[in-house]
């Protein structure tokens, strides 16, 4: 099976569509497969991997990592690397919960404010009534409280975990518990829920595929994008490097 890897800047990327992506993923868990870990890297990641050391095993022991962002695509093409697009992450979750849906599988989501969780609950019972809903948790738990967590996530054992915690904790937290604990799919999807429950709504589909929803999202929450400016600037630093 190729994976379509590329290893750079010190980290590696599956140069993989949506859809293959949802394919491969749905046919190690038919198999049997456990502690599948997937990661979304955008620009800020592989900026923030260059000194985080964990961060950076975490991607590299991902099973595959897409490519989630404008900037990351752009200089991945100009180093002629050739693949279709950016590959964002909410994407992928849609395509899974659709998998999800249609095989009767169990989903469990870490991370995000309560409010956000409820809402989406509300959603998904909807657009997807044939999966099974094993466990919210939000994100704002102490630390002293994570292995009871781990240990409820276990208990449910479900087929896919999806965390929306910010990074490196996401991708700290499935390095810390992906052998341990009995999960399908490990996946560090950040502010995915946000976006699937319009907390964050997402520009229409022709202006993401123009690579500028960094950008409206910067417009829309300043107050949460724009400390993340700097981490772009660096990670144009080392791509042109």
Known sequence: MDLKEVRIWNIKYNLLTVSEIAEIVSKWIDEGKKGIHLTGANADTVALAQTDELLRRAILDSDIVNVDSTLPTYF?????????????????MEELLKIANSKKQKVFFLGSKQSTLDKLHVILQKEYPDMSIVGMQNGYY???DEEKIVENISSAAPDYLFIAL???KKEHFILKYKKRINVGVFYGIGGALDAKTGVLRRPPKWLR?????????LIRRPDMYAKRVPLAFKFVKLALS
Not at 76 to 92: A, C, E, I, Q, S
């Open 76 to 92: 991945l093409k100009r180093k002629g690397y050739h693949f279709d697009k950016r590959v964002p992450t909410p994407d992928v």
């Open 142 to 144: 102490q630390k002293e």
């Open 166 to 168: 910010p990074s490196p």
């Open 209 to 217: 595929e123009h690579g500028i929803e960094y950008m409206l999202r």
